[in-house]
C-alpha cells in the first residue's frame, strides 16, 4: 500500500501495487493511456543534477511566489526580499532564492516512485517555506550580513521584522499543505511539524555549543543530524508520500535524505572556513571569527594532538579574533585532522546514501538524478 492512502487526486494511476520487494526496473505504474507528463524523465535521459535544479526552479517559483504574496504586506516585503524578487526599495529584482535542493528532493522523490512531480508540488513549496523560516531566524541569531551576495534581511528591516517574516513563512509552509484537498494532510503536516521541531532543538543545540568547551564530537553530529538533516529527510519522504510510494520507498527515501542532509552540513561547514567569499557570499572564515563549534573545528578540538591544543587556547581566549587569528585557526583545524575528517564523513555518508536509493525500488533514471543531485550537494563550492 502507498504510504499514506491511495487517492487518485494525488497518485497518478488508480491501483498501485506494493513494490518494496521489487527491483529497480520494475515500474510501480504502467502506463495508462494518458501519456507521459512534459518533465516525466523516465521518457528519456537522465538530466543532470544542474538540469534537475532548473526544472525544480521552474515548477516551484510560481506557486511559492503565490504563497508569498498571500501573507501580510509588511512580512511579504521582507520575505520577497529575502528570496531575491524585491531589492531594498521594494523594487523588482533578478536575484534568486538559493538552490532549492530541498523541493527538488522532494519532486524528484515523488517522481521516483512512480507518481509525478504535479502531485508533489504543494510539499515541495511547504519545504521550501520552512526552511527560509529557518535561515530568516538563523542570520539574525548569528549576527550574519550577508546572504547570497546581499545584505541579510535584518539588516536592512531590523532583527524584529524579519523574525516575524520568518513566523510567516512557516505559518505559510502549513497553509499550503492544508490548502489542498488531499487525505495526506494530517501526516504531512504531522512530517513538516517533527522535522521543524527537530530543526529548532538543533539550532538550540548549536547556540548552547558557543557558550561550552567541552563539545564532543557525537554531540555536534547528533546537532548537525537535526539542524540540516531531519528536513531534507522530510523533503524525501514527503515527495514518496505524494507520489504514491510504499512505506518502504518513504523510508529508504527519508534515511536517503537524513544521510545527505548531514553531509550537507559537513560541506556547509568546510565552506565556512575554507569557501571563496567570492562564491559562497559569506565573508573569509567566517564560522571561525564567530566560533562557531562546526563539525570540522569539533573533530580537531577533541583530536588529541598539539594542533588541537593550540585551537583550544586561540578559540576560548577572552576578546576577538582579528584575521591573523581566524587564518591560523583554520590552519589548526586542517593540521588537527579536522578538514580531512569531515571530508571523509561527507564522502562516507554519501556512499551510504546512495545505497539507500539502491536499496528502495526506485525509477533507475530517476535514481541516477537524486544521486546527481547527491553528488552536487557534496562536491559544491557554495
Not at 92 to 117: C, D, F, H, S, Y
Not at 149 to 163: C, E, F, L, Q
Not at 166 to 181: K, Y
Not at 239 to 244: K, Q, R, T
Request: glycine share 10%; proline share 6%.
Amino acid at each position: 500500500m502507498p504510504v499514506w492512502g491511495d487517492d487518485p487526486a494525488v497518485l497518478r494511476c488508480d491501483h498501485r501495487p506494493d513494490t518494496s520487494d521489487r527491483g529497480p526496473d520494475h515500474d510501480p505504474c504502467p502506463d495508462d493511456g494518458r501519456g507521459p507528463e512534459p518533465d516525466d524523465p523516465r521518457t528519456g535521459r537522465a538530466r543532470t543534477a544542474a538540469e534537475v535544479l532548473g526544472w525544480s526552479r521552474r515548477l516551484l517559483d510560481p506557486a511559492l511566489r503565490d504563497a508569498v504574496e498571500r501573507m501580510p504586506g509588511a512580512v511579504r516585503d521582507i520575505a520577497a526580499f529575502h528570496f531575491g524578487w524585491r531589492d531594498e526599495r521594494g523594487l523588482p529584482a533578478a536575484g534568486g532564492g538559493g538552490k532549492a535542493i530541498r523541493p527538488a528532493l522532494t519532486l524528484l522523490a515523488a517522481e521516483a516512485v512512480g507518481g509525478t512531480a504535479s502531485a508533489a508540488l504543494p510539499a515541495a513549496v511547504a519545504v521550501e517555506l520552512a526552511h527560509n523560516f529557518s535561515l530568516l531566524h538563523d542570520d539574525v541569531m548569528d549576527g550574519d550580513l550577508t546572504r547570497r551576495h546581499r545584505p541579510t534581511a535584518w539588516t536592512v528591516y531590523g532583527a524584529n521584522p524579519a523574525i516575524l517574516a520568518g513566523d510567516a513563512l512557516l505559518a505559510a509552509a502549513f497553509e499550503v499543505l492544508a490548502d489542498e484537498p488531499s487525505p495526506l494532510i494530517p501526516r504531512a503536516v504531522r512530517t513538516l511539524a517533527q522535522a521543524v521541531r527537530d530543526l529548532v532543538a538543533g539550532q538550540s543545540a548549536d547556540l548552547a555549543f558557543e557558550e561550552r568547551s567541552d563539545v564532543t564530537l557525537d554531540e555536534c553530529a547528533a546537532m548537525a543530524g537535526r539542524k540540516t538533516g531531519a528536513l531534507l529527510g522530510a523533503a524525501c519522504a514527503l515527495g514518496a508520500a505524494y507520489g504514491g510510494g510504499t512505506t518502504g520507498q518513504a523510508a529508504r527515501l527519508r534515511a536517503f535524505g537524513e544521510r545527505l542532509g548531514l553531509a550537507f552540513q559537513l560541506v556547509d561547514d568546510l565552506l565556512g572556513i575554507w569557501g571563496d567569499p567570492g562564491t559562497t557570499g559569506k565573508p573569509v572564515h567566517s564560522d571561525l571569527h564567530s566560533r562557531k563549534k562546526s563539525l570540522p573545528v569539533v573533530a580537531a578540538l577533541t583530536s588529541g594532538t598539539p594542533a588541537g591544543a593550540e585551537l583550544a587556547e586561540l578559540y576560548f581566549r577572552d576578546g576577538d579574533l582579528t584575521g591573523d587569528d581566524a587564518s591560523r585557526a583554520a590552519a589548526l583545524v586542517d593540521t588537527a585532522g579536522g578538514r580531512a575528517w569531515a571530508a571523509t564523513r561527507a564522502a562516507t555518508l554519501l556512499t551510504t546514501a546512495e545505497a539507500d536509493l539502491a536499496a528502495a525500488g526506485l525509477h533507475p533514471t530517476t535514481a541516477t538524478e537524486l544521486r546527481a543531485l547527491a553528488h552536487l550537494i557534496t562536491h559544491r563550492n557554495h
